[in-house]
């Protein structure tokens, strides 16, 4: 028997009533308030939250509160990430941030989707796809990566951008949808 966890992580339709997801999201939402009510001379008090919130966070990482998660416990943050303030991670699939990468403040990486199908939205399920992004990437203010896109290495995604497909890596993606900028 599959559980509605192993479902939603697979990108297949699931419900998000589920008690065991529930429970996790709770956990999620306790770990974050008392994370966002933190100031960044906290370093004692903001590592062992993050620490219990992520899959993984690598050294010399900086999360700016406030932070926003849907589950936590799929996001893997590398070393020397920084994410600004009010970024929003819905991690109903696994997210992955490489090393070194730099997130603007209210950038948004969004694992969480819904189905295409009126009647599956309808019965309330809901499903996702995860998001990478690679090494040494710089993700503009405001920017939305959406469910199902990999930023590959040294890529640069535009302030504000809604980036709905893959980026190649060293690419510069702006706009809405993002469209690739022609190399210099």
């Not at 290495?153 to 690739?180: C, E, K, Q, S």
Request: hydrophobic residues 40%.
């Amino acid at each position: 028997m599959t559980s509605e966890r192993q479902k939603m992580l697979a990108g297949e339709p699931y419900r998000p009533g589920d008690a065991e997801l529930v429970a996790i999201r709770a956990k999620a939402q306790r770990l974050m308030r008392a994370y966002n009510g933190t100031t960044v001379s906290d370093r004692d008090l903001r590592a062992p939250l993050l620490r219990e919130m992520l899959a993984g966070i690598g050294p010399d990482t900086d999360v700016r509160a406030p932070f926003y998660v849907d589950y936590g416990c799929h996001i893997t943050l590398g070393r020397n990430v920084f994410l600004n303030y009010g970024c929003v991670l819905l991690d109903v699939c696994d997210i992955t941030v490489g090393d070194g990468t730099q997130i603007g403040p209210m950038a948004q990486l969004l694992a969480a989707d819904h189905p295409r199908d009126p009647a599956l939205r309808a019965a309330g399920l809901e499903t996702g796809k995860p998001v990478h992004v690679g090494r040494n990437v710089w993700i503009g203010a405001g920017a939305l990566i959406l469910p199902g896109v990999t930023v590959g290495d040294d890529a640069i995604v535009g302030a504000g951008a809604v980036v709905t497909r893959d980026v190649p890596a060293g690419a510069t993606v702006v706009g809405n949808p993002a469209r690739l900028l022609p190399l210099p």
